[in-house]
Each structure stands twice: as structure tokens, then as C-alpha cells.
């Protein structure tokens, strides 16, 4: 076990697409010796791995955890201390809502050499791949990225004060506190502040609404979108539309 190269590298998948993730991950992942991959890291990027390599499924979503976060801090430092090189692959940027800190602070406490490798979040990349601009000039002066949902499932507080901004924000994790996001929202900004939905973002099957305040809700009761969504809610909503190229054909789309 003392020959064993232990080592954790936690890196990040990108949005969803393949072809969104850095050439330092590619290189890290064929480097591994045993890969763990979320839900929401696309498992083309498996075909990186050498076929050698162990490669465990720890997906978690709302209402279905294939592995509480616990088991997975044992498993990281289990097999970095067995089999060498554990590669935690993790959606978007693993920094940002992804628990990626948590996990590398934990290995460390073992002695497990660790690295960050940065992904595409998800919170910047999907909307503007959509045709929104989490700041234009002239329209607004910052964005703020905010999770919808606390680990005890009530809603952030931080939600409140971005409210009351002019800044855009973008919401991870809101989709089942969309009502009460809205009825926030509208209290401070009003029922025609724009806000757009995005499932799936950067894959093939992303779906899309847009509307105001006054009508999000209803048209989400109607088209459904689920987790994982993305809520942008601010005036450069309204700029999408305007140079978005080929990358909309064939998308499910909801004006």
C-alpha cells in the first residue's frame, strides 16, 4: 500500500456537453485509476478513462441518491489508499454548489495528495449559450448566482436580498420553489421582470420557456420543465433572440 501513488483529483464535467470540458480534465482522466461521476457529469467522458480503470456511479438528484455524501467521502479515500488515483467527476464546476471542497478537505485529513480542476459551471455557461448575457452593458451591472434550496430544503435567504438588486440572477436548484421565488421576485421587481427556465442545458434535449412574473408559473404548469433547470430572472432575458446562430435548431422551445 506505501507504493500506491494516492491522489484525489476533483474535476468538473462541464454543463452537460461532451465537448465543454477543459483539456487539463481529459488529461486527468486518463490518468485515473478509478473514476466516481455524478448524475449530471455525461458519461461520454468515461471513453477518456483507461478501460482499466474502476468507474462507480455516485449520482445524486433531488428524491433519488444513489450515494449519501458521507459513503462517498469513505469511497474517495478508500480507494485513493488501494488503488491510487481517484478521479471525482463532478458537473458543472465542482466549486460551485457541487460539495467539491468538502470532499478534498475530507481526503486531506488522510494525508491523500488532492487538485481542483475547474469546470464550465453551469450557472454562467447555459444561459448564455441560450442566447442570454448574464450582463450587457447598459442593462444591468452584475450577476449574482444563488442556490434556490438549503441542505434543509428551505428556501435561501440570500434570494431576498438578490431581489431586491438590479442584478441578474441566476438560480440553481429552484424548481420546486419556483412559486415562492416568483412571489418574492414580484415584490420587489415586479410582475414584468423578465425570467427564462432552462432544462438540460447545453445537451440535446434542453427545453426552454421564457415569459415575465405574472406568467412563469403558468406556463411551467404546463410544460413541466424538471431538475435540472436552470432559473435566470432579470432584464437580459429580453436579449435573447437576437444573434443566436444555428445553436437552437432542433431544440424544444417555449416563448
Not at 40 to 46: K, V
Not at 71 to 98: S, W
Request: proline fraction near 4%.
Amino acid at each position: 500500500m506505501d507504493n500506491i501513488n494516492k491522489k484525489l483529483s476533483i474535476v468538473g464535467a462541464g454543463p452537460g456537453d461532451p465537448d465543454l470540458i477543459t483539456l487539463k480534465a481529459i488529461k486527468v482522466l486518463k490518468s485515473a485509476d478509478v473514476v466516481l461521476y455524478d448524475a449530471l457529469a455525461n458519461e461520454d467522458l468515461l471513453a477518456y478513462v483507461p478501460e482499466t480503470a474502476i468507474k462507480v456511479f455516485v449520482g445524486k438528484r433531488a428524491g433519488m441518491h444513489s450515494r449519501q455524501q458521507q459513503e462517498i467521502n469513505r469511497m474517495i479515500v478508500d480507494y485513493a489508499q488501494t488503488c491510487g488515483h481517484v478521479v471525482r467527476l463532478k458537473g458543472g464546476d465542482p466549486y460551485v454548489f457541487g460539495r467539491g471542497h468538502e470532499e478534498l478537505e475530507y481526503a486531506a485529513q488522510f494525508g491523500i495528495p488532492t487538485e481542483y480542476v475547474p469546470g464550465i459551471s453551469s450557472a454562467m455557461s447555459v444561459p448564455g449559450l441560450s442566447g442570454i448575457p448574464l450582463t450587457k452593458r447598459g442593462v444591468n451591472e452584475s450577476f449574482w448566482v444563488v442556490t434556490g434550496t438549503l441542505k434543509d430544503h428551505s428556501t435561501a435567504q440570500d434570494l431576498k436580498y438578490a431581489a431586491q438588486s438590479s442584478a441578474t440572477v441566476i438560480i440553481l436548484m429552484g424548481v420546486k420553489k419556483l412559486p415562492e421565488i416568483v412571489q418574492l421576485f414580484k415584490q420587489f421587481r415586479g410582475g414584468n421582470e423578465a425570467v427564462a427556465m432552462i432544462q438540460n442545458g447545453s445537451r440535446p434535449d434542453e427545453r426552454f420557456i421564457s415569459a415575465d412574473l405574472e406568467n412563469i408559473l403558468s406556463i411551467q404548469e404546463k410544460e413541466q420543465l424538471m431538475a435540472p433547470s436552470i432559473i435566470v430572472i432579470g432584464q437580459v432575458v429580453k436579449e435573447r433572440g437576437r444573434q443566436l446562430g444555428s445553436y437552437l435548431e432542433g431544440k424544444v422551445l417555449v416563448q
